[in-house]
Structures are given as structure tokens and as C-alpha cells.
């Protein structure tokens, strides 16, 4: 009988951690759709992180994502306004990382080449007055975001 019911309770463990590693999150679901070619129905997954992530370089990949989005349907705006804001989330975190691995190499990378390259190459095409614009409104929904958080921690 004993056997029968460690079993039982093995069964039912594995099944239980087999339930909790399928449950997709609201990044995951969007990844899946942008690798798919599907960016109409990956940008609310990808809007729902950036609203709730669960940690900042999920809110940073999911403004990367949007920013790939935009810039394949040629809006080239949007696409910059989601690039500063992935180029802003990933910098800060490589700034403020406490032990240095392979994490914070790739950061650094997305943090002063691939996401500048990508924001030089738009520029152009968006103008100064309309960076300056984006750049401000963005920082300023980031400063927001944070605070929000900050604040939230201080009241838990």
C-alpha cells in the first residue's frame, strides 16, 4: 500500500510541474507570434508584458519585438519610439547589473551597437523634431513606470 501511494504522489508531482512549466506567459505567446510572421496578433501579448513584465529586460525584448514590427510595416516613427525605449530599458539594466556574465556582455552589445545602429539608420527617415518628440515622451512613460513600481514596493 505504501508503494502505491508514494506512487501516486510521484505521479501526481510530476504531473503538477509538468502544468506549471506549460503555462505560456504573455512574452512567450508574443515571441511565438513574431516568429511566426504574425506581429497584428503578437502586439498585444507584446503590450501586456511591457504593461505587467516580470522582469525589466522582458519589457526591453518586448519593445525590441514592437520596434521589429513597426519597422517591417514601414512605420518608421513607431519603430524608432519602440527601439529608444528597448535601447533606454536595456541600458539601464546594464548600468545597474551588480555582477557582471554573459547576460550583461549580450545587454552591453544590444545597448551601444545594435540598438543605436537601428536608431541611426531610422533617423533620417523620422527627423530631429520627431526624435526629440519620442525620445521625451518616452523617457518621461519609462520615469512614470518606474516610479509607479517604486512606489508600489514602498507601500508593500
Do not use: W
Amino acid at each position: 500500500m505504501k508503494k502505491f501511494v508514494f506512487a501516486v504522489l510521484i505521479v501526481s508531482m510530476i504531473v503538477s510541474l509538468a502544468a506549471c512549466g506549460a503555462q505560456k506567459t504573455d512574452l512567450t505567446e508574443g515571441v511565438e507570434l513574431y516568429k511566426e510572421g504574425n506581429c497584428k496578433g503578437a502586439i498585444p501579448y507584446l503590450d501586456a508584458t511591457i504593461a505587467n513584465p516580470e522582469t525589466s529586460m522582458d519589457m526591453a525584448y518586448a519593445y525590441f519585438l514592437k520596434g521589429q514590427c513597426a519597422e517591417k510595416a514601414g512605420e518608421l516613427a513607431k519603430a524608432y519610439e519602440h527601439y529608444y525605449a528597448a535601447k533606454r530599458v536595456t541600458c539601464y539594466e546594464v548600468g545597474n547589473e551588480r555582477r557582471t556574465s554573459n547576460n550583461t556582455i549580450a545587454r552591453s552589445e544590444y545597448c551601444q551597437q545594435i540598438l543605436p545602429k537601428k536608431l541611426t539608420k531610422l533617423a533620417p527617415s523620422v527627423g530631429e523634431e520627431q526624435i526629440q518628440a519620442i525620445t521625451a515622451k518616452v523617457d518621461e512613460e519609462l520615469s512614470s513606470i518606474y516610479m509607479q513600481r517604486f512606489q508600489k514596493r514602498l507601500s508593500d
